[in-house]
């Protein structure tokens, strides 16, 4: 099954961007949609944005429509979030996730396999 290791995470000033990427181990990568899902202090984890198998499809939690960009690379078995505009109300944990032959790409239940998990804090 595939193994997923996210990275890019950090600390950035409101307004500004960062680039997370979700390296993904194994032989099967380009059988799983991929999403990425974020949790706050004190709230529970929310979608944030996913793509299908072949990127032809992408899926975005409204308050982060035309600020990320969801993109992968199936030949370097990498899925990107492109994060522009930050917001403090952005700063979470986020997490990468892969999905087997799933439809429910906005729900966590949806989704096989996690990452660890990557920080991002955003300064006003």
């Known amino acids: 099954q595939v193994q997923l290791v996210e990275s890019g995470g950090g600390l950035v000033q409101a307004g500004g961007s960062l680039r997370l990427s979700c390296a993904a181990s194994g032989r099967t990568f380009s059988s799983y949609a991929m999403g990425w899902f974020r949790q706050a202090p004190g709230k529970e984890r929310e979608f944030v944005a996913a793509i299908s198998r072949s990127g032809g499809h992408t899926y975005y939690k409204d308050s982060v429509k035309g600020r990320f960009t969801i993109s992968r690379d199936n030949a370097k078995n990498t899925v990107y979030l492109q994060m522009n505009s930050l917001k403090p109300e952005d700063a979470a944990v986020y997490y990468c996730?892969?999905?087997?032959?799933?439809?429910?790409?906005?729900?966590?239940?949806?989704?096989?396999?996690w990452g660890q998990g990557t920080q991002v804090t955003v300064s006003s």
């Open positions: 996730a892969a999905s087997y032959g799933g439809s429910s790409y906005t729900v966590g239940r949806g989704y096989d396999v």
